[in-house]
């Protein structure tokens, strides 16, 4: 009886210790694929925004030279498109906390939106395989409503 005993405590043991293991590698899974897929929407917002700087960069040097055509001068039309980018820093500047707080806010969506897709595609599953179970239990012969009354 005490063998037994035994024997089902250093079952039981090797279990949890198979089953801690099994966490701890599932957990380190998991922050190696957050960090990975926010890695990969850095990297892809970094490319986003080098594009878009570099595309705004040329359409204020376009603007630069249109005015500078309207003024006849290519200096003023350089320092009216300066204007425009002092203008636009000091806006930034004194909107620096609900800009800050827009950034955040779209940050955390992004992740948040990442997880929800993972569990409506997880929930999905569920429902497709409880649709599937209750299909079998249904084909399955037994006594019908019928033959029980």
Do not use: W
């Not at 970094?46 to 603007?63: E, N, V």
């Amino acid at each position: 009886m005490e063998k037994e005993s035994e024997k089902i405590l250093t079952d039981f043991k090797e279990r949890i210790t198979s089953f801690i293991g099994l966490k701890f590698d599932l957990l380190r899974l998991n922050a190696c694929e957050r960090a990975a897929k926010i890695s990969a929407a850095l990297a892809h917002s970094i490319l986003l925004l080098a594009l878009g700087l570099f595309a705004i960069l040329f359409i204020f040097f376009s603007l630069g030279f249109f005015f500078g055509e309207l003024t006849g001068r290519l200096s003023l039309g350089f320092l009216i498109v300066s204007l425009i980018y002092l203008i636009i820093l000091l806006i930034v500047r004194y909107r620096k906390k609900p800009i800050r707080r827009a950034i955040t806010n779209l940050i955390i969506g992004s992740i948040l939106d990442e997880d929800d897709e993972e569990e409506k595609t997880k929930k999905e599953e569920l429902k497709h395989s409880i649709h599937e179970e209750e299909k079998q239990t249904d084909d399955t012969p037994g006594e019908t409503p019928s033959e029980t009354a």
